[in-house]
């Protein structure tokens, strides 16, 4: 395991909040929203702002001094929310994870603070596009559009397989995460408190005015956090690393050379030739082993440039996954026709 030197910014990640970064938090915070297991409903520490902030302030420092995150902070209370079908059926719900007020505070603060430590080190790779300030999903179309035009016009073929991670975010190891924290460069006393954070969680379930029995969360990072999103970008880092490590194939854009497209947990990966996309999909398949992730096989799926008889398959513990050809350049063109409607409507109407 690589450590990194502290740098410069390290005590931005830690240091002590003031009631200024307080003030901005509550302030973005939507007033009606319910309480978690504490009962204490964010509209209350609105209304009362200015003489708890001290103590706020106070709790807080206390928390990142230490590095150990509260044990009532620990508890998410899940409330589901049905969405359609049968409503007998657990997967037509949506549960809805709520946390003390308190802790999505300090969360949103060590949020802020993470992303500008990420950004100013340059830590996560180009390649995700996901949760990244300045960054968004239209980026990975406009590259993946590019690619289409590259290789739509010449000999060259474009072979494109869609994959998506089964409950990337609950499968999440955290002792794989606290290697990927500590690898990147992450100061100890951050991880520290991060591993605190995820020690002992628990859950309870409210149905109505009825609360389930207490149960323990062991793996994946918290539903609902803002945190979250880029503790998995740290998570799965390293991907690039592991793909440039094995001589992944790679297909050329100007002068820059890649594998694959993130988003988050989407992955596009990207070849010019059927055996190349073979190769990736094994070299994910074992990367998604160590990283003990799976592959959502029903929503996966892959698309050629060109007309192909070739066929790639993905033999995994999730099943088999066949990513033959599937029409010409048209379906990746809907898609990313599709994205650029609903994020740039201007852009959409000028094609």
């Known amino acids: 395991m690589v450590i990194y030197p502290m740098r410069e910014h390290d005590y931005d990640l830690v240091g002590d909040v003031n009631g200024q970064e307080i003030k901005s938090i509550f302030k973005k915070l939507k007033g009606g929203t319910a309480a978690g297991v504490d009962g204490i409903p964010i509209l209350l ?42 409503p007998k059926a657990h997967e037509n719900y949506r549960l809805i994870a709520l946390v003390p007020a308190l802790s999505k505070v300090l969360e949103k603060i060590l949020d802020t603070r993470l992303s500008n430590w990420l950004n100013t080190n340059n830590l996560i790779h180009e390649e995700q596009g996901g949760f990244r300030t300045g960054y968004g999903t239209t980026d990975s179309v406009f590259i993946l559009k590019a690619l289409i035009d590259k290789y739509g016009k010449g000999k060259t073929c474009l072979y494109v397989g869609f994959l998506d991670l089964h409950k990337a975010f609950d499968s999440v ?15 100890h006393s951050f991880v520290r408190l991060i591993v605190s954070m995820y020690t002992c969680v628990s859950g309870i379930i409210q149905v109505g005015n009825r609360f389930s029995k207490l149960f323990d969360i062991k793996r994946g990072v918290k539903q609902g956090s803002t945190l979250s999103p880029k503790l998995f970008n740290i998570f799965i880092n390293d991907v690039v ?15 820059q050379k890649l594998s694959l497209l993130l988003f988050a947990d989407d992955i596009a990966l990207v070849a010019n030739k059927p055996q190349d996309l073979q190769t990736l999909l094994n070299l994910i398949e074992e990367y998604l082993h160590i990283k003990k992730l799976r592959l959502n096989t029903e929503k996966s799926e892959g698309n050629y440039e060109k007309n192909n ?28 026709k599709e994205k650029l409607k609903t994020s740039c409507p201007e852009m959409y109407e000028e094609m």
Do not use: H
Not at 242 to 249: G, I
Not at 313 to 336: S, T
């Open 45 to 86: 520490f609105k209304n009362f702002l200015s003489i708890l902030i001290p103590i706020i302030v106070l709790l807080c420092n206390k928390v990142l001094r230490s590095g150990q995150w509260p044990s009532a902070w620990k508890t998410s209370l899940f409330i589901p929310l049905f969405k359609r079908g049968n």
């Open 173 to 187: 190891d955290r002792e794989l995460l606290k290697d990927a924290m500590l690898n990147i460069g992450l100061p």
């Open 241 to 255: 690393n592991f793909l440039e490590n094995r001589w992944a194939p790679k297909v050329s854009l100007g002068t």
């Open 309 to 336: 008889d070739g066929q790639c398959v993905w033999y995994g513990q999730e099943g088999k996954l066949n990513i033959k050809y599937d029409g010409p350049a048209k379906p990746l063109q809907d898609r990313f």
